[in-house]
């Protein structure tokens, strides 16, 4: 019997996994941004969203930037508006559990936070030199995750460039010519309306090709963000009780360790030669949990 949506939906949430709490988290400031201007609007307070976005959101302007050096982090996790969380999350979900299974999930949270950097200061360098902004560079503001959700999104498209994913009415495209189109809308977008927003994008997006791009050669600038993190999470997690077993089996070798470390490496490179070549899809039940077992220890 198939699962429903509800299930599968209700699963996602509760497994907890590092894609979870991140469209965990978007959506609840979404929430509780939301519900706070809808509270001042029944008791006439107008203008809480503008505050919001002042206090929340990343300016352009160097001044405030420094004097609300918060925004940099918050405005990744600000929306106001519904299709504008709806389409960032699909894009996080889609993006996100590739990333996960091909990359780690140990990677996903210091490449979202990195790609929103990169956007925000892309977006606020362009501001300052370009002039088409001089007129708002006063008071222009950015939020929303689409340069960290497209960080993410590019990256595993620079990683795994010809896998295939199937979309609706479309059939199965490569990766590649996905994230080349998310490229080119934005770039010729800019002059036509939010040229903040896509500017930012742009910059995400050149900091999931550059860091995919490290990883591909062995380099991974995040690594140590990433154990930080983990750490820190650590501390605020249930530590389960201390038990003692005994084994009788003696422990494996150096080279007995490094000789299964090379079997799962081939094993990985033949799988994801497959995915490239057939799609998912074409994997066995086997394959599938190998996949996500190696994906679990990255």
Do not use: C
Request: charged share 20%; proline share 3%.
């Amino acid at each position: 019997m198939q699962p429903s949506i509800f299930s599968e939906i209700r699963q996602f949430f509760f497994r907890g996994s590092v894609l979870a709490r991140l469209v965990g988290i978007n959506l609840a400031v979404f929430l509780a941004v939301n519900l706070i201007r809808v509270l001042f609007f029944l008791f006439d307070s107008g203008g809480i969203g503008e505050n919001l976005s002042q206090w929340l959101g990343i300016s352009s302007n160097v001044h405030v930037v420094l004097h609300r050096p918060w925004t940099l982090l918050t405005y990744m996790f600000l929306h106001f508006d519904l299709l504008h969380i709806f389409f960032n999350m699909i894009v996080l979900y889609v993006g996100g559990r590739l990333f996960s299974d091909f990359i780690g999930s140990d990677r996903l949270v210091p490449t979202y936070l990195f790609g929103g950097l990169a956007g925000a200061v892309f977006y606020v360098v362009s501001f300052n030199i370009f002039p088409a902004f001089r007129d708002v560079v006063a008071f222009s503001v950015a939020i929303g995750a689409s340069a960290s959700v497209l960080a993410i999104f590019i990256a595993i498209a620079v990683y795994m460039p010809n896998y295939q994913l199937p979309l609706l009415l479309l059939g199965r495209i490569r990766l590649k010519y996905i994230a080349l189109f998310f490229v080119v809308m934005d770039l010729i977008s800019i002059d036509k309306g939010n040229p903040g927003g896509h500017l930012a994008h742009l910059g995400g997006a050149a900091w999931g090709f550059f860091y995919a791009s490290l990883l591909k050669r062995g380099l991974d600038p995040a690594r140590g963000i990433g154990a930080w993190m983990d750490a820190v999470a650590g501390l605020f997690s249930r530590r389960p009780r201390m038990r003692v077993e005994y084994h009788r089996d003696r422990p494996i070798t150096d080279e007995e360790y490094n000789d299964q470390k090379a079997a799962d490496r081939e094993k990985m490179d033949d799988i994801l030669d497959k995915i490239s070549r057939f799609g998912y899809d074409s994997l066995t039940k086997e394959e599938k949990q190998f996949l996500f077992k190696m994906g679990d220890h990255k």
